[in-house]
Each structure stands twice: as structure tokens, then as C-alpha cells.
């Protein structure tokens, strides 16, 4: 019988040598860390992975905070109203807790496909998936590098998050209300793969911290993934420093970091070792499903600590996801779902800075 392994903190832990060895030995893992047990998180830690993994997501996140730091106004020559801005960068424009996002800034990006091929029609029906890669000028020194390791990064998450959906589909398939799909071939074969390299601003006097009872989602609030799969890198947290690169820091406080809600209800804080990868469960999961593997409900805190006006937490999420024409549900497609989800997330002529 698979012994399955476990964070400190409770969530599974999986190696990826043994993911690409005998995924299929690791099914005990994915029910656990995936089924609806009460006690399931919905997220997987995968670690023992290649030594440039660390290096390269040491030098993504590094610039984001580099690109948040760029003036405002050419930040914004990279945002893209017409894809609801889904494709550069974004501040301000999507809608949480009912009021617009000030808190994080966002690079959107799809790292596997530059210029997906798709017909004219579903690229105009879509094109918060099909429209073109934006990418910052090579001439801008602060961020030199940034598509190449844009790129180099995403492609490694979007290769261990395929690897993983095959270990994943003796498990899905029983779940699954078209057990003939699959898991793997759904996301390889996908042209909506979408990135998004997050930059959460240090609180400001525009954005006060609570000094009292601070919220646990007062970074980023509750909310669910629409993807089948989501891979996350750890955090990175730096501290600003005067005239040269920013410092790389632990977390502001003990309760600074990614909380989830278990299958049970109950509030977990999960840590992802800076080495290793995670995936959680999204929405098209669940619907594809017909509820049977849910998507799993996450936010992030910023934690009260002393300076942390200073300091700022970046991050990388790779949404895997299929084709806007794949039938999740009888009445309803990919693309028509994420349309809904798009809806409630932004709205017309929104342009807070």
C-alpha cells in the first residue's frame, strides 16, 4: 500500500521522481490530497525537483517586483482593456469583495502559446484566452529578461502539472461525468493555458494594514480557480531597499501566507516549500465533475509584522485548463462558464489605479 506523505501542516506531499517514474503508484496520494474526505485540502506539494527550478523562480519573481516598480505610466502601456486584461498587465480592474483590487498588481501571459491557433471567429468570441502575448520592451533595463524567464518558468509548472494529470486520471475518470476525457490530453492539448505573475503591494496609506482584527483574506480575498488545475509557486517576500535590488525576507509574521478552506470546512494555513511546486483544484473541475471534485476555496493574509510597509510578496500561478469549446456540463462549455466568471470579476469602464 502507498505510504503517502505529509507537509507539517497537513497537506500531501508527493516526489517528483517518483511522479515521473510510476505516477500511477500515487493514486492513494491524489484521493487524499484531492477527494472529498473532510480533512482534504485540495492541494498537492510536489518536491524534489530539478535544482534550476529554484533559480528560475528566484529570477521571475524577482521581476515582478521590478515591473510593479516601473513608473506608472509605462506599466500601463502594457495593459490591455479589449482581453478584459488578461493578457499584460493589470491593476486595479478586477472586482473582489465587491470593490476593485488595489492590493496586487498582475502580469498575465499564456507561456506555452504565443499566438494561439484557433479560428477568427472563437478568437473574437474569446479574447481574454486568444489574443496575443504582450510582452515588456527588451529595451527596458530594470526588467531585462522578463519574457525569456516568463516563459522558462511556466513552461517547467505547465510540464510537472501534465505529468501530474496523468497520475491523476485513474482518479478523475471515476469522478469525471465523461469518464472517456482526459485529464493529461485536456490540458496538453489546450490553447487557454494562462499565467499570472502576481506582485501583492506592501500596505500603504491608501491601503491600511487593520491595526485590530486583521481579515484572512486582507491580501487577496476568498475566491475559487476556474481552471481544471492550478500550479503555485511559493511566495516570495522582499523588503525594499534603497537604490539597488530588494532583499529576499522571511514572512512578515507567522500568519502571513495562503489559507485554505479543507473539503470540511475548516481554515488551514499551507506553506509551499521555496523547492517545490503545488496544484490545487479549480472550478472547471468541479463542474466537470458535476461536483464530485471540488474546487478548492483559497485567499491570502498579509500578516501584521513590524515594517512591513516595506515589504511586498510575489508569487506565480499557472491555470491549466481546456479548450473553450470543451463540454464541461450538458448546457454548458469552457468558454461560456469562464464568460460568467469574467462577468463577476470585471465591469465595463473599470480603470481604478
Same mark, same amino acid.
Given at each position: 500500500?502507498? *505510504?503517502?506523505?505529509?507537509?507539517?501542516?497537513?497537506?500531501?506531499?508527493?516526489?517528483?521522481?517518483?511522479?515521473?517514474? /510510476?505516477?500511477?503508484?500515487?493514486?492513494?496520494?491524489?484521493?487524499?490530497?484531492?477527494?472529498?474526505?473532510? %480533512?482534504?485540502?485540495?492541494?498537492?506539494?510536489?518536491?524534489?525537483?530539478?535544482? &534550476?527550478?529554484k533559480?528560475?523562480?528566484?529570477?521571475?519573481?524577482?521581476?515582478?517586483?521590478?515591473?510593479? *516598480?516601473?513608473?506608472? %505610466?509605462?506599466?500601463?502601456?502594457?495593459?490591455?482593456?479589449?482581453?478584459?486584461?488578461?493578457?499584460? @498587465? /493589470?491593476?486595479?480592474?478586477?472586482?473582489? !469583495?465587491?470593490?476593485?483590487?488595489?492590493?496586487?498588481?498582475?502580469?498575465?501571459?499564456?507561456?506555452?502559446?504565443?499566438?494561439? =491557433?484557433?479560428?477568427?471567429?472563437?478568437?473574437?468570441?474569446?479574447?481574454?484566452?486568444?489574443?496575443? !502575448?504582450? @510582452?515588456?520592451?527588451?529595451?527596458?533595463?530594470?526588467?531585462?529578461?522578463?519574457?525569456?524567464?516568463?516563459k522558462?518558468?511556466?513552461?517547467?509548472?505547465?510540464?510537472?502539472?501534465?505529468?501530474?494529470?496523468?497520475?491523476?486520471?485513474?482518479?478523475?475518470?471515476?469522478h469525471?461525468?465523461?469518464?472517456?476525457?482526459?485529464l493529461?490530453?485536456?490540458?496538453?492539448?489546450?490553447?487557454?493555458?494562462?499565467?499570472?505573475?502576481?506582485?501583492?503591494?506592501?500596505?500603504?496609506?491608501?491601503?491600511?494594514?487593520?491595526?485590530?482584527?486583521?481579515?484572512?483574506?486582507?491580501?487577496?480575498?476568498?475566491?475559487? %480557480?476556474?481552471?481544471?488545475?492550478? #500550479?503555485?509557486?511559493?511566495?516570495?517576500?522582499?523588503?525594499?531597499?534603497?537604490?539597488?535590488?530588494?532583499?529576499?525576507?522571511?514572512?512578515?509574521?507567522?500568519?502571513?501566507?495562503?489559507?485554505?478552506?479543507?473539503?470540511?470546512?475548516?481554515?488551514? =494555513?499551507?506553506?509551499i516549500?521555496?523547492?517545490?511546486?503545488?496544484?490545487?483544484?479549480?472550478?472547471?473541475?468541479?463542474?466537470a465533475?458535476?461536483?464530485?471534485?471540488?474546487?478548492?476555496?483559497?485567499?491570502?493574509?498579509v500578516?501584521?509584522?513590524?515594517?512591513?510597509?516595506?515589504?511586498?510578496?510575489? &508569487?506565480?500561478?499557472?491555470?491549466?485548463?481546456?479548450?473553450?469549446?470543451?463540454?464541461?456540463?450538458?448546457?454548458?462549455?469552457? #468558454?461560456?462558464?469562464?464568460?460568467?466568471?469574467?462577468?463577476?470579476?470585471?465591469?465595463?469602464? !473599470?480603470?481604478?489605479?
Open positions: 500500500m502507498e *505510504n503517502i506523505e505529509y507537509t507539517p501542516e497537513g497537506a500531501v506531499s508527493i516526489s517528483y521522481p517518483t511522479l515521473l517514474s /510510476s505516477p500511477l503508484s500515487l493514486t492513494a496520494s491524489i484521493d487524499k490530497a484531492f477527494g472529498s474526505n473532510p %480533512d482534504s485540502l485540495g492541494i498537492i506539494i510536489v518536491r524534489d525537483l530539478p535544482e &534550476t527550478y533559480t528560475s523562480r528566484e529570477r521571475l519573481l524577482k521581476l515582478a517586483y521590478r515591473f510593479a *516598480n516601473l513608473p506608472l %505610466d509605462l506599466r500601463e502601456r502594457y495593459a490591455h482593456p479589449a482581453s478584459r486584461y488578461s493578457f499584460g @498587465w /493589470s491593476h486595479g480592474k478586477e472586482i473582489m !469583495n465587491g470593490k476593485p483590487d488595489t492590493l496586487k498588481g498582475s502580469y498575465y501571459a499564456n507561456p506555452v502559446v504565443d499566438s494561439p =491557433k484557433v479560428s477568427p471567429a472563437e478568437r473574437e468570441a474569446y479574447p481574454e484566452y486568444y489574443g496575443e !502575448n504582450i @510582452w515588456p520592451s527588451s529595451d527596458i533595463e530594470a526588467i531585462s529578461g522578463f519574457e525569456q524567464a516568463f522558462e518558468l511556466g513552461r517547467f509548472v505547465f510540464k510537472v502539472g501534465g505529468e501530474l494529470a496523468v497520475a491523476c486520471q485513474p482518479f478523475a475518470s471515476s469525471l461525468t465523461d469518464s472517456s476525457l482526459s493529461a490530453g485536456l490540458i496538453r492539448s489546450s490553447q487557454t493555458v494562462k499565467a499570472r505573475l502576481l506582485h501583492y503591494f506592501p500596505p500603504s496609506p491608501d491601503s491600511p494594514l487593520p491595526t485590530e482584527d486583521e481579515p484572512v483574506d486582507s491580501w487577496c480575498g476568498f475566491h475559487l %480557480d476556474h481552471s481544471l488545475l492550478t #500550479g503555485l509557486c511559493s511566495a516570495m517576500f522582499l523588503r525594499q531597499q534603497p537604490g539597488g535590488d530588494p532583499a529576499v525576507v522571511p514572512p512578515p509574521s507567522p500568519t502571513s501566507g495562503l489559507y485554505i478552506r479543507t473539503r470540511g470546512g475548516a481554515l488551514t =494555513k499551507v506553506s516549500p521555496a523547492d517545490c511546486l503545488a496544484f490545487q483544484t479549480g472550478e472547471a473541475l468541479e463542474l465533475t458535476a461536483g464530485k471534485l471540488r474546487a478548492t476555496p483559497h485567499c491570502v493574509r500578516g501584521a509584522g513590524e515594517g512591513m510597509e516595506e515589504i511586498s510578496r510575489e &508569487t506565480f500561478a499557472l491555470f491549466m485548463q481546456p479548450n473553450t469549446d470543451q463540454q464541461l456540463m450538458a448546457t454548458e462549455t469552457f #468558454g461560456q462558464f469562464s464568460k460568467r466568471v469574467f462577468d463577476e470579476h470585471y465591469t465595463e469602464g !473599470n480603470t481604478t489605479m
